[in-house]
């Protein structure tokens, strides 16, 4: 039988893109093979939104052809954003390469390897959803659902639009669907994708028109779904209703990743955020007054160009203010294509790297503070496996999405209630509460 290896980069749409992608290669009577030197087909699932994902990627594909001129035979296959962004050039620069494909042509590998071609092909329209296609979930109570694949937005740092096209939703008809099977199969938490969810189904035909907020309930009324997330709502289309939904909607967990960017008004102005600081603040607010205990977490770039010691500032004073329960931190790396990569006053590489470090430094302090509100707390956790940094502890995450290291007896997929004893800005532990168990049971 013939065998694949996939590495995936990037997002959770790209990790959702992996598992239709093993999922359609199994429906071709593939194999998954342990490693990448035992593969027949090497893929890699690849993304390019800073610089530093590019890097990383080449040095596995300069991998991938060390195995190749050991075994001629093997076919390397490169999808994904950074595919999608060198587009036909990844042939010249790359000849062992066989297939290349965008994130909105995966289908199309399958019509490469059934095929007789022994040329290099490349696709890379937009078209169809990788969600339509089969899926191999990574653990079998979890599941991605693609509700929308694209961005009409125009970040001036970003290089998605390009890379996943314009924003296209599936019918809502076709996520409930799709969820109703997840949940028949045994999944309990399902996580809704989309580069903007909250602009979900503006472009569906009039009399399909759905909204995020209406789909959110829609997935909440599917039996067996008890946890719903969903990854990234843009600061501009957060509305009340939405807010309402995790208030309201049992399933839908008190946490919300809101994508801040800067805390400077003219630097989200360059960036093309269409929010300012205070309609930011505003946002959380609602959030907050809808939900008072919901974990907020958040996208930061520092170093955009342009970005004085004042704008900054401004940065470390909204996280300060907000207090965030977590956040991804980025140096602002200039991408090709997009419009900030032509903007004067690039900032220099150490005064981003210094920025970055105090930016960390608040956030650690502030998530580490906002944590302690767990400690003696009885959360319900969704155990996920065995714990990172001691297998004979286990490790989940509770609704708030923090992960929790606790010594128990649960088995993975089970909702169990977990005392919490301690919290660090990143995890918090604790021990299963196995009398609430037992009176559960
Ligand atoms: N559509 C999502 C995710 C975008 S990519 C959203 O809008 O939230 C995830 C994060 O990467 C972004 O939120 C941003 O903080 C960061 N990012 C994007 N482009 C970048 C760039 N050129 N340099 C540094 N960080 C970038
Ligand atoms: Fe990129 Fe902005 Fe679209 Fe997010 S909303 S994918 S940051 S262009
Ligand atoms: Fe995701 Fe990277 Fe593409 S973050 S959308 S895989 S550029």
């Known amino acids: 039988m013939a065998t694949y290896h996939v590495t995936t980069f990037g997002c959770q749409m790209n990790e959702h893109d992996s598992e239709r992608m093993k999922g359609m290669l199994e429906s071709l009577g593939y194999e998954e093979a342990p490693a990448r030197p035992d593969a027949d087909l090497i893929l890699f699932n690849t993304c390019s939104i800073r610089e530093k994902a590019d890097e990383r990627f080449i040095a596995h594909l300069q991998e991938a052809r060390a195995i190749k001129r050991r075994r001629a035979d093997v076919v390397v296959g490169v999808g994904g954003c950074w595919a999608q962004s060198v587009k036909d050039e990844v042939f010249r620069q790359f000849p062992f390469v066989d297939v290349a494909f965008g994130p909105g042509q995966v ?13 290099a092909q490349g696709f890379f329209e937009f078209e169809g959803f990788t969600g339509h296609l089969p899926e191999k979930r990574t653990r ?23 890379t996943r096209g314009r924003e296209v939703s599936r019918p809502a008809g076709e996520l409930v669907a799709e969820v109703e099977r997840m949940a028949a199969d045994g999944v309990r938490e399902v996580t809704l994708l989309g580069q903007n969810v909250n602009s979900y189904g503006r472009d569906l035909p009039r009399d399909e028109r759905v909204t995020f907020a209406q789909l959110l309930a829609r997935v909440d009324a599917v039996e067996g779904i008890e946890r719903i997330r969903y990854t990234s709502p843009h600061p501009k289309d957060i509305r009340e209703d939405v807010a309402r939904a995790h208030a309201e909607l049992a399933a839908v967990c008190e946490h919300v990743h809101l ?113 302690q509100r767990f400690v003696g707390r009885r959360l319900d956790v969704l155990v996920e496996g065995p714990s990172r940094t001691d297998a004979a502890r286990l490790r989940g995450r509770t609704r708030h999405n923090k992960v929790v290291n606790f010594t128990g007896l ?7 209630p977990v005392q919490i004893a301690a919290a660090t800005s990143q995890t918090l532990s604790g021990e299963e509460s196995l009398v609430a168990r037992a009176a559960a049971a």
């Not at 939900?291 to 342009?306: E, K, M, Y």
């Not at 649960?410 to 169990?416: D, H, L, M, Q």
Request: hydrophobic share 40%; aromatic share 8%; charged share 25%.
């Open 140 to 162: 079998e109570f979890q599941a991605w659902l693609q509700i929308s694949v694209g961005c009409n937005c125009v970040c001036a740092y970003c290089i998605v639009p390009s």
């Open 410 to 416: 649960a088995a993975p997929g089970e909702i169990v």
């Open 107 to 119: 289908h199309k590998l399958a019509e490469f390897l059934t095929s007789d071609s022994i040329t």
């Open 259 to 371: 994508p801040l960017q800067s805390g400077s008004s003219p630097i989200l102005r360059a960036m093309r955020r269409t929010y300012d600081r205070d309609r930011y603040l505003g946002k959380v607010a609602l959030i907050r007054e809808h939900v008072p205990d919901c974990a907020l977490t958040t996208d930061v770039i520092v170093g955009f160009p342009g970005e004085t010691e004042d704008d900054f500032r401004q940065t470390l004073d909204v996280v300060d203010q907000v207090g965030f329960d977590g956040a991804f931190t980025f140096l602002y790396s200039p991408r090709r294509g997009t419009e900030a990569a032509e903007l004067p006053g690039q900032v220099p590489h150490e005064v981003k790297v210094e920025r970055l470090q105090r930016l960390v430094d608040v956030v650690q302090e502030r998530a580490r503070e906002r944590a």
